[in-house]
Each structure stands twice: as structure tokens, then as C-alpha cells.
């Protein structure tokens, strides 16, 4: 069974430093996503990693994606208050469909 | 291009009744896909459909936990005998083949009292 875990699960950040969020998941998959909620909102998409080594970047974040050690992290440089939100990494479960497999969300707080 | 819709966008319904929520999915998109988010159970995978395939029904929780799309297009989530764990925001997305990227809509927050 496909298992994705981040960490932390609760991120209170700074205005202007840096942060890194991390996603691990537990067999193979040949697809990695990060989503973005905002309070009472729908997931919006921020990223697709498809390959080993594979970085995206847009604005203050970036993805990056080692699928030998099947671990993802979102990067934020020089946080924001708009940056707050929650993420979300999610996993494609290779079964038939490509149903997501989400982790439990990292809740990014930026203070001033 | 119009999104991924849902309705009703709230609903609130008394343990034991029948519920229908909708999904238009974005125009094209042959895949669609049902999820649920809820504060115990984070963001879980229910139902799948692709073209004229059988669902994949892997993820529904129990046989009171139903759907159907029809003409390849709408698709509905039907919830009998609601309980108050059924309490979520169900999610829909639609994706162009079963390998293209899922775009969400807004969702659908049940509240069971």
C-alpha cells in the first residue's frame, strides 16, 4: 500500500527566510504532485514532477524530486504572507486510474 | 476555459437521509474522479471513471457509497442512510486520460446532523 508522509505537519515561518517542506512516500511511483489550499478553497496545482532529479520552480518555490530515495521537498525562499496556506504532496498509485494518494498536508503560517 | 463544477456547494442533511452530489468535469476530460477530505482522514481517494471503463471503486468506504457518470460526462455521488461520519468536503476532479494531470473542483461540504 502506497503511504505518503510530510513533514512537518505545521510550519510557522518568518517573513524573508527560508523554509523546506518534505514528502516521502513509500514504493514506486512514476509521478509527483503539490497542491496548495487555501482556507475553505479547492486544491489548486503547483507542481508536476514526472523523472529523477527533476526541479520546478515558481516564485519563491521550488520542487525538486529524488525518486531513488522516493522523497520530494518544496522549497520557499524568503517567505511571504501570501505564502500561507496548505500543501499538499500527492503520489500517483500506478494502479489502474491513477488515483492521487495525498499526505496529511504541511499548514504554512507567515508572520510578519 | 470553465473549471470543474460542483453543486450543491453546501449541504446539510439529517443521519439516515439520502444525499446527490454533482460534478461537471472540465469539457473533454475524459477521466473523472471523486475524493473526500475530512479533519480524521486528510484527503482519500473514492471512485474513478475513464471513458466507457468500469469505475474503479476501490476507494468507497461502504456499499451505501454509489456513483455513476453518465453520457461520459456528469457525475454523480449518491450517499444513502447518511451517518454523521459521511461529514466531509467531497471532491471532484477531472483529468484529460488517465495519465494527465487532475484539476479539482470546488467541492461539496457535507455536514450530517
Known amino acids: 500500500e502506497l503511504k505518503v508522509e510530510q513533514n512537518p505537519l505545521f510550519l510557522s515561518m518568518q517573513e524573508g527566510k527560508n523554509y523546506t517542506i518534505y514528502c516521502n512516500y513509500s514504493t514506486t511511483s512514476d509521478r509527483l504532485y503539490w497542491y496548495r489550499q487555501d482556507p475553505g478553497k479547492s486544491l489548486e496545482s503547483l507542481f508536476v514532477?514526472?523523472?529523477?532529479?527533476a526541479v520546478k520552480q515558481e516564485g519563491r518555490l521550488m520542487a525538486s524530486l529524488d525518486t531513488k530515495a522516493r522523497l520530494s521537498t518544496l522549497h520557499i525562499t524568503a517567505a511571504v504572507h501570501d505564502l500561507s496556506a496548505t500543501y499538499f504532496c500527492?503520489?500517483?498509485?500506478?494502479?489502474?486510474?491513477?488515483?492521487?494518494?495525498f499526505g496529511k498536508g504541511t499548514t504554512l503560517s507567515v508572520s510578519s | 476555459g470553465a473549471g470543474v463544477s460542483q453543486s450543491p456547494s453546501n449541504k446539510v442533511t439529517e443521519k439516515g437521509k439520502d444525499v446527490e452530489l454533482r460534478c461537471d468535469p472540465i469539457s473533454g476530460h475524459t477521466a473523472l474522479y471523486w475524493y473526500r477530505q475530512s479533519l480524521g482522514q486528510g484527503l482519500e481517494f473514492l471512485i474513478y471513471?475513464?471513458?466507457?471503463?468500469?469505475?474503479?471503486k476501490s476507494g468507497l468506504p461502504s456499499d451505501r457509497f454509489s456513483a455513476e457518470r453518465t453520457g461520459g460526462s456528469v457525475s454523480t455521488l449518491t450517499i444513502q442512510r447518511t451517518q454523521q461520519e459521511d461529514s466531509a468536503v467531497y471532491l471532484c476532479a477531472s483529468s484529460l486520460g488517465e495519465r494527465g494531470e487532475q484539476y479539482f473542483g470546488p467541492g461539496t461540504r457535507l455536514t450530517v446532523t
Open positions: 471513471f475513464q471513458g466507457n471503463s468500469a469505475p474503479d
Open positions: 500527492a503520489v500517483v498509485t500506478n494502479q489502474a486510474g491513477t488515483a492521487l494518494i
Open positions: 514532477l514526472l523523472s529523477n532529479g
